[in-house]
């Protein structure tokens, strides 16, 4: 099994904090985008034939902003050109305030199943300062048109002048509106952005209290009857997201559009981040790839080895061993060795990072890096 990841690049406005490949203000560019990310399924059909995949992902950018029937028609070109598995899990990432009833039913009708909602804080306020485009009251609606599907809720912690108190209002308001996972990630000043400012002036919590500040999101998810599974990632028991699973067990994927990435056959590739760029190469018939990487042996065992100690399930042994022939306690006794106490074999033949370490986990992974 293997993911589609579609990237739609448009969105009203940039977030102070974003770092992502989006493009405000051309969302006249959509339509003619589209045909070029439908052709570039085309071009790659022949060599992905006989693939089969459960997931797709629509990501941006802000997908929902774009005219409902671009997305229709881009599954429409999916089930085309490639093989989707008997209940597949498709997601698609909305904004509040960029939705109707009309765009929902749409959206269902063509196959989606899954919504992924980008709240961020229940704090009319703290949504301003990030330069969000919607309100506490438009995820709330938002979420009534939703309906009784099933959705996902993003909340960022490390917020300016922001409280646990602010945290736990936006957990408890994505638990009442229905959502069945919740995402909850730390806010990252990357340079070059808007918010970064904010980090250079002190005027952000620091690293330990963005830390704490996540205890106690965690204990509260648990409380209310979410299961983390992956660091950041918390699911009432089935509702995990396959797509990500996908990522975090590196298993393979296909993405399409600007700035898209893809792992397949070991390879790893990635299209131009240039909007014009990828345009010019699909209507040439080229593909839009910039980055091309053969992956290592070594590498490819960091990867395994990186990914599934973000997980709450953790490595797999025996998985290991038939993957890449050697034992995973030789491979890394040293790193193994140095952060003894901080990992734990379970008695089903699995590694994991124990579970009051797993958010600090990137520090415990530069040694096997090593």
Sequence with gaps: MAGIYIHIPFCKSKCRYCDFTSYPGKIGFAEAYMACVYKEMKLRAAELK??????????????????????????????KCYILADGAEVTIEVNPGTVTKEKIEAYKRAGINRFSVGLQTAVDRQLEELGRVHSVSDFVETCRLIGNANFSADI?????????????????????????????????PEDGTPVYSDYLNGELPDADEVADMYEKAYA???????????????????????????????????????????????????????????????????????DNEEISAEDAKFEKVMLALRTAEGLDEAEYKREFGSEFYRDFEAA?????????????????????????????LTDFLQ
């Design 50 to 79: 006989g693939k089969v995949f459960d997931t797709v992902y629509f990501g941006g950018g802000t997908p929902s902003v774009i005219d409902e029937k671009l997305i229709v028609g881009c599954m429409n070109q999916i089930r």
């Design 156 to 188: 960022m912690i490390g917020l300016k002048g922001q409280t646990f108190a602010d945290v736990e209002k936006s957990m408890r308001l994505v638990r009442d509106c229905g959502a069945k996972h919740i995402s909850v990630y730390a806010l990252t």
């Design 220 to 290: 509260l998810a648990e409380s209310l009857g979410y299961r983390r599974y992956e660091v950041s990632n918390f699911a009432f028991e089935g509702y995990e997201s396959r797509h990500n699973l996908n990522y975090w067990r590196r298993g393979e994927y296909i993405g399409f559009g600007v700035a898209a990435s893809s792992f397949m056959c070991g390879r790893r590739f990635t299209n131009t981040r240039d909007l014009d760029d990828y345009i010019k190469c699909i209507l040439t018939d080229h593909y839009p790839v910039v």
């Design 336 to 364: 193994i060795k140095k952060n003894i106490h901080y990992i734990e074999k379970t008695d089903k033949g699995r590694i994991r990072i124990k579970d009051e370490y797993l958010y600090v986990q990137n520090q415990i």
